[in-house]
T-cell receptor, first 115, second 116 residues
Framework: EAGVAQSPRYKIIEKRQSVAFWCNPISGHATLYWYQQILGQGPKLLIQFQNNGVVDDSQLPKDRFSAERLKGVDSTLKIQPAKLEDSAVYLC?????????????FGSGTRLTVV | AQSVAQPEDQVNVAEGNPLTVKCTYSVSGNPYLFWYVQYPNRGLQFLLKYITGDNLVKGSYGFEAEFNKSQTSFHLKKPSALVSDSALYFCAARVGSGAGSYQLTFGKGTKLSVIP
């Protein structure tokens, strides 16, 4: 079974620029998560989708971050404009079991550096 | 607030010695607990989980974890450490995210270094 695909692997941008990350979950996984992992910290949930609907985006900084999951498959996370403190690894995960966290599978992540 | 704590930023152990990476939790209801490992420039890899049943859970790569309800702990263990076990380890717990759904909340991670 193919894993969770993320791109790009690395991105360096200047502050105030925009950036977008892409995630393709495991086929058949209805639940998709975006996590932010700042160096020295554990992953923090940004947004959770169930199919193409948002279940939880309470920790998403909505003034600069946005995410969508059109057609309930691929997802895109965007930052506009980026700040220095957005430097982190952005992890996408998908889960098979509806409404649960048994079978999380993570992608390799996108490492963002904002300079 | 529901949370997971990993009290040690780093654990050093000699190769061949037993290792323990500590985790405590504070969640409502029955805890669903997980351990993940992260190698450099890689995503998180699932090691093991506790849902219910036996308090000693066995997982991948020879790791096991002991669930202790009275101490609200879920420590990761391995009888004999390998240099290749050196990595970042995360403890996680399932928490409700509203609308009847769940997500994982993570500890801050513990860096394990196995010394040859």
């Amino acid at each position: 079974e193919a894993g969770v695909a993320q791109s790009p692997r690395y991105k360096i941008i200047e502050k105030r620029q925009s950036v977008a990350f892409w995630c393709n979950p495991i086929s058949g996984h209805a639940t998709l998560y975006w996590y932010q992992q700042i160096l020295g910290q554990g992953p923090k949930l940004l947004i959770q989708f169930q199919n193409n609907g948002v279940v939880d985006d309470s920790q998403l900084p909505k003034d600069r971050f946005s995410a969508e999951r059109l057609k309930g498959v691929d997802s895109t996370l965007k930052i506009q404009p980026a700040k220095l403190e957005d430097s982190a690894v952005y992890l996408c995960a998908s889960s098979l079991v509806f409404r649960d966290a048994y079978g999380y599978t993570f992608g390799s992540g996108t490492r963002l550096t904002v300079v | 607030a529901q949370s997971v704590a990993q009290p040690e930023d780093q654990v050093n152990v000699a190769e061949g010695n037993p290792l323990t990476v500590k985790c405590t939790y504070s969640v409502s209801g029955n805890p669903y607990l997980f351990w993940y490992v992260q190698y450099p420039n890689r995503g998180l890899q699932f090691l093991l989980k506790y849902i219910t049943g036996d308090n000693l859970v066995k997982g991948s790569y020879g790791f096991e974890a002991e669930f202790n309800k009275s101490q609200t702990s879920f420590h990761l263990k391995k009888p004999s450490a390998l240099v290749s076990d050196s990595a970042l380890y995360f403890c996680a717990a399932r928490v409700g995210s509203g609308a009847g759904s769940y997500q994982l909340t993570f500890g801050k991670g513990t860096k394990l270094s196995v010394i040859p």
